[in-house]
């Protein structure tokens, strides 16, 4: 029933009730970002630590502040309704090109901690859930609850005073060695090195509820009839748990990771400021700040967008897992 | 990497108007080497000629150059100027450019090029430019190396304000016709200075080159500056310890960490560098309203606060108690005096209670006379760390006061266009002249809702305002003095801020690296002279 031709209508169909949820939360945020007192040029002038009114006035009427806040929305909707995300007056840049710029290292930093963080979390729920109530699964669960409580940006600074300072192995921050410049494969084994410290921070957060997940699935799959009758048609320990219970029990914590990929966006915003790392929550954090909204509406929609995107694929790979999961 | 190599000796004598400038120790300079600049935070672009943001200033002083560069005594020295000559009415001022100038481009720096970027642009479009340049009304470029400004009135404080970073001169070629202020040259500027801009990948870093036809001989020694922005503190001393970066300035190592990189032996630490801009930590008082209004209350509060308590327990011993408006940095050129109402006594609560009691404050219930609302300045721990040593003081002076910390914008929207606040806190640069840094906080016409760091006091008098309009005209340095040590007397004693200390920044670098800070103008300086001794 479920073949190629439905799955893609299905997907034709879910994306376009997509449209009207975007433009609402567009909308919203238009409206609540106006609630912050102060504006842009307000901002900019005191970075710049002194301003004449003339320059005041100026600013504001470049920026559209001096016009009436619905004709700002109306020009807003405008704009986004052809997908023109508008201009950042603040970076004299247009907001796409300074999100895309972001893009790369917010994604790199978001696939490794979700691969990362996933992978572990499976393999040591599997091990927690093999042998339920045991030493190991006693240190499993502690090691999930630390991981769980311990702040990001605590961690982070540790890792840098051990692993940077004190070992000298890893470099302190940053997605590149500025000094250096290195091109080809040497600026690839460059940048992985300097990944490997936001990974290590941002990773143990997440994959403690994945181990959570995991077990309690691991542990629930396991007193399924089907589990029954695979045992009685003689099939190894490790074939049922590896080929029947893990594909049940993997579900769940699929679903989650889906969810969580719109909040990595945002919680990596610690880690993005202990690394130095060019990513776009802190973009978003520092154009809050400085109130520069077109580019702060900008990244809300590129992530809406993002999480909109990843739930849908979460449902499609939901089929491939499970064949009986119509869509 | 290429190999350091010492250059042939060269000595550089330029004459000035009567001043020389000191040679450079020969052979000392090696070429070559990357310097790594910490800049907190990251500027939105490098458009100094739009705005004066300190960020923005660290880096693009590298690239654009202005006429004149100055020695720490805060005499104007040459720079794109060669020489230069004031009329004796003070309305003529005539500059000789030096020659085989080029921009980064290739294209020749010219007399054209001078006139169009303080006409067209900084007189237009700079914050502080319309006040600098008021009072030039034309600019005649006889020929290609020739500038004469022509002023309405005389402007003493105009060649205090021609340095690359207050006042960068931009290619005419290259913004002529165009939105200045959308000019795609606002991100990937052009100048005539030492380093040329390669590449800003934002968020990270951005790269300047060696310009290699640059004008002065031999110079720039390194072969690269980067600029690296790191959000969190605590990764930026570690970055300057592991030395992955070479040089922190401003507040981008915390005051605290300072104390500990200073004790590494790669360390070295100086407050030199900082004297064009001045800054002085306040408590500003809103004197519109009750209780603020009263002189009394104010002198009181001023009384209480003890420098050598902020000072040593908030910003670890960085500063030097401020006894008013005008900075000690001007104490070479004449213009500050120690000479006024000394509120840093020994026995200043005392004093200060006294002065409540007299102004008919009494103590009520608790002990408390009046409650106030005490507003904090955004800009970081240090602050807040103030604020409660204000609060506590404020305390044994039987005030009660709640503290309110806002974001920036908000702040700055509160204190300078509702005037929403009764007393808060502040730092406020004197920059490289009292008529730019100074007046504006005084003076009655700078009373303006909306526009940041003017008068948000309400405060003003009819002879001060006199005062700064002769200082603002007087050519004669020492009757200028004479101004503003009555200025200063007749301020102090009203009161409208309290003048807690000079904020002492400290420059943080990697001892690999020389001549770094060379000028007051400290990290806004080109680092042409710089150079890295492995």
């Keep these: 029933m479920t073949g190629g031709a439905g799955r893609a209508s299905y997907v034709l169909r879910r994306l376009l009730q997509v449209v009207p949820v975007v433009l609402a939360i567009l909308v919203m945020n238009f409206l609540l970002l106006r609630l912050a007192p102060g504006d842009a040029a307000q901002v900019l002038a005191g970075e710049a630590a002194s301003a004449t009114p003339e320059y005041m006035a100026q600013l504001r009427q470049r920026f559209g ?44 930093l978001m696939v490794t901690t ?41 961690l982070g600074l540790m890792l840098i005073v051990v692993f940077s ?67 009685a048609k003689g099939l190894s320990e490790t074939r049922i748990t590896l080929a029947h219970v893990l594909r049940n029990a993997v579900l769940p914590v699929v679903t989650m990771a889906g969810v969580q990929v719109g909040s990595l966006l945002g919680g990596s915003i610690v880690v993005e400021s202990v690394f130095a790392w060019p990513g776009l929550g ?30 849908l694929v979460v449902d499609v790979v939901y089929t491939l897992l499970d064949p009986r999961i119509d869509v | 990497m290429k190999l350091a190599r010492s250059l042939a000796p060269w000595l550089a004598v330029v004459a000035v108007v009567g001043l020389v400038l000191p040679a450079d120790e020969a052979s000392a300079q090696k070429r070559g080497g990357t310097l790594v600049m910490l800049v907190q935070p990251e500027p939105p672009t490098l458009a100094s000629y739009i705005s004066t943001s300190g960020p923005i200033g660290q880096v693009t002083s590298k690239i654009f150059e202005g006429l004149l560069e100055y020695d720490f005594s805060l005499k104007p020295v040459s720079g794109l100027a060669e020489s230069w000559k004031v009329s004796p009415d003070g309305k003529t001022i005539t500059f000789t450019l030096q020659k085989g100038v080029k921009f980064h481009d290739g294209k020749p720096f010219t007399s054209a090029d001078v006139k169009f970027s303080i006409l067209e642009v900084l007189k237009k479009m700079h914050p502080r430019g319309p006040a600098t340049f008021r009072e ?28 690359g970073y207050e006042s960068p001169m931009l290619p005419k070629h290259l913004y002529e016709g165009t939105d200045i202020k959308a000019s795609k040259y606002g991100n990937a500027p052009v100048g005539t200075g030492p380093f040329k801009f390669v590449e800003w990948q934002r968020g990270q870093f951005i790269r300047l080159d060696r310009n290699p036809d640059y004008w002065k001989p031999g110079r720039p020694y390194l072969d690269r500056i980067v600029a690296r922005f790191v959000a969190d503190s605590a990764t930026r001393t570690a970055a300057i310890e592991k030395g992955e970066a070479h040089v922190g300035g401003f507040a981008a190592i915390p005051w605290p960490d300072v104390k500990t990189l200073a004790k590494l032996p790669t360390i070295e630490t100086t407050t030199k560098g900082y004297e064009m801009s001045s800054p002085i930590v306040q408590l500003d008082f809103n004197t519109r309203k009750a209780p603020f209004d009263n002189q009394k209350v104010r002198q009181a509060v001023s009384y209480a606060v003890s420098r050598k308590a902020v000072i040593e327990n908030v910003w670890f011993g960085w500063g030097k108690p401020a006894t008013g408006p005008i900075n000690s940095n001007f104490a070479p050129v004449g213009f500050y005096t120690s000479q006024v ?12 209670n006294k002065l409540l009691d007299d102004a008919g404050f009494k103590r009520g219930a608790g002990g408390i006379r009046f409650e106030i609302v005490h507003d904090l300045t955004p800009y ?27 974001d920036v914008a908000t702040w700055l929207k509160r204190l300078y266009t509702d005037y929403d606040f009764q007393l808060s806190s502040n730092w406020i640069q004197g920059l490289a002249d009292p008529v730019i840094g100074v007046h504006r906080l005084y003076h009655s016409k700078q009373i303006r809702p909306g526009t940041v760091f003017v008068n948000e006091t309400g405060w003003s008098s009819p002879r001060t305002d006199q005062l700064m309009d002769q200082a603002t005209v007087e050519l ?59």
């Design chain 1, 65 to 108: 502040l001096d016009r009436p806040l619905a004709v700002q929305l109306l020009l807003y909707i405008k704009s986004m309704l052809v997908l023109d995300l508008g201009f950042s007056f603040r970076h004299n840049m247009p907001v796409l090109e300074l999100i895309l710029g972001r893009l790369g290292p917010t994604l790199l």
């Design chain 1, 114 to 154: 979700l691969v990362a963080s996933v992978a572990t979390g499976i393999v040591l729920g599997l091990l927690a859930a093999a042998r339920a109530g045991s030493w190991r699964d006693t240190l499993i669960s502690i090691l999930a609850l630390v991981s769980y409580a311990t702040p990001l940006f605590w």
């Design chain 1, 165 to 231: 300072l004190k070992l000298d192995l890893l470099p302190t921050s940053g997605m590149e060695t500025v000094a250096a410049f290195h091109e080809g494969w040497a600026r690839v084994v460059d940048i992985a090195r300097h990944l490997v410290l936001p990974t290590l921070t941002l990773s143990p957060f997440y994959m403690a509820l994945y181990v959570r997940l995991m077990r309690a699935a691991m542990l629930e799959q396991a007193g399924m009839d089907y589990v029954t009758t695979a045992r």
């Design chain 1, 282 to 311: 802190l973009l978003a954090f520092q154009s809050l700040f400085a109130r520069d909204f077109n580019l702060l509406l900008g990244i809300f929609f590129l992530s809406a967008c993002l999480v909109v995107a990843v739930n």
């Design chain 2, 136 to 163: 030039v009304t034309e600019i005649d470029t006889p020929d290609a190396h020739t500038v004469i400004f022509r002023l309405a009135g005389p402007a003493p404080y105009l060649l205090m304000a021609l340095s």
């Design chain 2, 341 to 352: 109402h000394n509120y840093n006594v020994p026995n200043g609560v005392e004093t200060a």
């Design chain 2, 380 to 406: 970081g721990e240090e602050w807040q760390r103030y604020g409660e040593y204000v609060q506590q003081v404020l305390a044994e002076l039987g005030i009660k006061a709640t503290l309110r910390y806002e």
């Design chain 2, 476 to 534: 004669d340095p020492k009757k200028r003095a004479a101004v503003y040590q009555e200025f200063q007397k007749l301020v102090v004693d009203a009161a409208p801020l309290v003048w807690v200390h000079e904020l002492q920044f400290v420059t943080v670098y990697n001892k690999q690296f020389k001549d770094l800070i060379v000028s007051p103008l400290g990290l806004y300086a080109s680092f042409d002279r710089a150079y890295q001794d492995r």
